[in-house]
Nanobody, 114 residues
Framework: QVQLVESGGGLVQPGGSLRLSCAAS????????MRWYRQAPGKERELVAS???????NYADSVKGRFTISRDNAKNTVYLQMNSLKSEDTAVYYC????????WGPGTQVTVSS
């Protein structure tokens, strides 16, 4: 059974940091491109960061220099290190896997507020 399970979300003050993890199972993680999306209330889901199976990385302009995506194929896990968080980063963050099939995680809430 395919599963993507995000963790690491929570409440953090502006300027703080969080590290999201997405643990994958049920498919060959190493050959999948992995992405982090987010969706804020009343807004469309947007792509935050992506990493291909070969390690090519891209970021949304809004998070460049603050967020870092990485993957550990031995642990079937993708990470999103988020630094210098802003209130506008508040959203539900979703993990997404793409190859011939595509899978979504259930999401984890990130709230940036003082």
């Amino acid at each position: 059974q395919v599963q993507l399970v995000e963790s690491g979300g929570g409440l953090v003050q502006p300027g703080g940091s969080l590290r999201l993890s997405c643990a994958a199972s049920g498919f060959t993680f190493s050959i999948y491109a992995m992405r982090w999306y987010r969706q804020a209330p009343g807004k469309e889901r947007e792509l935050v960061a992506s990493i291909t199976d070969g390690g090519t990385i891209n970021y949304a302009d809004s998070v460049k220099g603050r967020f870092t995506i990485s993957r550990d194929n031995a642990k079937n896990t993708v990470y999103l290190q988020m630094n210098s968080l802003k209130s506008e980063d508040t959203a539900v963050y979703y993990c997404y896997a793409l190859n011939l099939s595509q899978y979504w995680g259930p999401g984890t809430q990130v709230t940036v507020s003082s």
